[in-house]
Nanobody, 122 residues
Framework: QVQLVESGGGLVQSGGSLRLSCVAT????????MAWYRQAPGKQRELVAS???????NIGDSVKGRFTISRDNAKNTVYLEMNSLKPEDTAVYYC????????????????WGQGTQVTVST
């Protein structure tokens, strides 16, 4: 059974940095796209950044120039390097994997992590 396990969230002061990690476990053979979304209280979930298997990326306008997404395909892991954090970056950050193919033959599926809290204080 595929699971996405996130780590790296926490409390940081404004201007600080954090690095989030997300590893897909459970006989994963391939993943088309890995991404980070976030959801702040009272707001809709929004895309932060995504990265396709081939390396192309899509970065949200609100984090361009501050956040960097990367992935290690061999480890089925995606990272989010967050710099110059602002209080408005406070949210639960969710890892998303699209087009997951497992070693055991099955249709490709999409998965979500449970989320990790990021809090940026003033």
């Amino acid at each position: 059974q595929v699971q996405l396990v996130e780590s790296g969230g926490g409390l940081v002061q404004s201007g600080g940095s954090l690095r989030l990690s997300c590893v897909a476990t459970g006989n994963v053979f391939d993943i088309t796209t890995m991404a980070w979304y976030r959801q702040a209280p009272g707001k809709q979930r929004e895309l932060v950044a995504s990265m396709a298997k081939g390396g192309s990326t899509n970065i949200g306008d609100s984090v361009k120039g501050r956040f960097t997404i990367s992935r290690d395909n061999a480890k089925n892991t995606v990272y989010l390097e967050m710099n110059s954090l602002k209080p408005e970056d406070t949210a639960v950050y969710y890892c998303n994997a699209v087009g997951v193919i497992t070693v055991t033959p099955a249709p490709s599926s999409d998965y979500w992590g449970q989320g990790t809290q990021v809090t940026v204080s003033t």
